[in-house]
């Protein structure tokens, strides 16, 4: 089973139900769920970094799906992490790495190239790059 469960969670309609997939995956198991958002920049040469979203709106993110867990009894922890856009795959796999994770819990919007129409570029990404399981939350 899932003892360690890494969930990368952003502001789509879909964080809700990857929240409530990994609350019942961890209830199940008694794991221990990390949640990560990860907080993109996008990189201009003028300008330097602009973050795609304010610390507060990040911080949210994740305060909103660690209380969701622990109210609900899941030993539940959060992590911001900054990020390049585009960099997204790469940093939830190191993340999975760092926590030693299970299982990679994501929600798909859909938004990008073809593979990213049907998946997501970042959840497609994730798949195809990482060597644990990865639940994709429509």
Known sequence: MYDRLLVAVD??????????????LALLSKGKV????LLEKEVYAQLGDVPSET???????VKDGVDALRQAG?????????T???????EILADAKEHDA???????RGRND???AILGSTAHKVIHLTDRPVLVIR
């Open 74 to 82: 899941v030993d539940a922890e959060g992590d911001i992490r900054p």
């Open 55 to 61: 610390d507060q709106e990040a911080d949210q993110a």
């Open 11 to 24: 502001h789509s309609e879909v964080s809700p139900r990857v929240i409530a997939a990994a609350k019942d």
């Open 114 to 116: 073809f593979a990213g």
């Open 84 to 90: 390049t856009f585009g960099h997204a795959a790469r």
């Open 102 to 108: 299970d299982i990679i819990i994501m929600g798909s």
């Open 34 to 37: 990390w949640v990560l958002h």
